[in-house]
């Protein structure tokens, strides 16, 4: 069992920044990959962004590319999600996830889920 905790979530305007995080309280975090999913009111979860276990691959959705930064820190069994340039379309509850090692886009591939942390941006 892998528990999730999402942080980082808020208010801010367009072009602002925050970095949400992902904490797990287990030892083997390390192994799994994590992923960044996000759902806006009205519409169905999305993928965003994601880093395999050892942090050398990452992916992300075209619409952060560039603007949007994972990375993870194994000693604080942390993921991070540096957003930058942020527009209102990125309002939605962002979710992190975790399957073993592989780290894809799939949302149905991610055995553990954390209960979601709110950003809202404003034009």
């Known amino acids: 069992q892998v528990q999730l905790v999402e942080s980082g979530g808020g208010s801010v305007q367009a072009g602002d920044s925050l970095r949400l995080s992902c904490a797990a309280a287990?030892?083997?975090?390390?192994?799994?990959?994590i992923g960044w999913f996000r759902q806006a009111p009205g519409k169905d979860r999305e993928f965003v962004a994601a880093?395999?276990?050892?942090?050398?691959?990452?992916n992300y959705a075209d619409s952060v590319k560039g603007r949007f930064t994972i990375s993870r820190d194994n000693a604080k069994n942390t993921v991070y999600l540096q957003m930058n340039n942020l527009k209102p379309e990125d309002t939605a509850v962002y979710y992190c996830?975790?399957?073993?090692?592989?780290?894809?886009?799939?949302?149905?591939?991610?055995?553990?889920w954390g209960q979601g942390t709110q950003v809202t941006v404003s034009s």
């Open positions: 996830a975790a399957q073993k090692f592989a780290a894809t886009m799939n949302e149905a591939q991610y055995d553990y």
């Open positions: 287990r030892r083997t975090f390390g192994r799994y990959g």
């Open positions: 880093i395999y276990w050892s942090g050398g691959i990452t």
